[in-house]
């Protein structure tokens, strides 16, 4: 179908998108899985993947650095060659296009309760996890210049009162983060808590809640994506 200007439509730029979305993807890193969990659960066809092999350096190659200058996956480049990284604008662009499943919610009330998750949880958790993970774990030397120890150490026990606060959230026997609908702010959270283990942050035995939220999200199809 000749979209034309009306590329502009969320309905044509969908058949677009679907056609030639392009996904420079890490298979084992924590960013672009919850990429893939989210196209996974708004049962989209995955985007042609394109692997950057983070272990051998390749985000700092020429070629990937003209596609993102920032060094890092995901990045989703559309036919009309805009390049969008950060996990979220990446969500955000999907979600416009393809709202159902609601992701990001609908009603005012939901997409805040939402957003504030999502922040909570990628800067409380997320981004805590993969700063003690690059500063203390050896494989990283390389890429985190200079790795200081105690500054991981420091975002280890940062991570944990944040596990604490999860636990908090989810004490009353809510199935998902934000209530009974599965978000966005499930995937970074339930990714963050899997990613807590490479840097040996243990969820704490008293978390008992948290830990059946995370069994929970990974039961579901998306999560293998
Ligand atoms: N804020 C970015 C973070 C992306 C990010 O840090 N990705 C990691 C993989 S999970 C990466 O590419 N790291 C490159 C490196 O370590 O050199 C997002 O949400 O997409």
Known sequence: MA???????????????????????????????????????????????????????????????????????????????????????????????????????????????????????EFGLYTRVAQCFRHTHPAMAEREIPQVPAWGEANRGHALVEMRRIEAQLADGRPFICGDHFSAADIIGGVALEFAKVPKIALPEDCPHTAAWLARLQSRPSWSA
């Not at 030639?20 to 960013?31: G, N, V």
């Not at 990429?35 to 659960?41: G, N, S």
């Not at 985000?59 to 890092?72: E, H, I, K, L, Y």
Request: aromatic share 6%; hydrophobic share 45%; with cysteine.
């Open 3 to 121: 979209c034309g200007r009306a590329l502009r439509s969320a309905a044509c730029a969908a058949q677009a998108v679907e056609a030639s979305l392009q996904l420079y993807d890490t298979q084992r890193a924590p960013s672009p899985r919850r990429v893939r969990i989210f196209i996974a659960e708004k049962g989209l066809p995955m985007p042609t993947l394109v692997p950057v092999d983070l272990t051998r350096l390749e985000q700092r190659d020429g070629a990937f650095r003209s596609v993102n200058p920032w060094m890092t996956t995901p990045v989703m480049v559309l036919d009309d060659g805009l390049a969008i990284s950060e996990t979220m604008a990446i969500c955000r662009y999907l979600e416009a296009l393809h709202p159902d499943p609601p992701l990001l919610g609908t009603t005012p009330h939901a997409i805040a309760t939402i957003e504030m998750w999502t922040r909570r949880l």
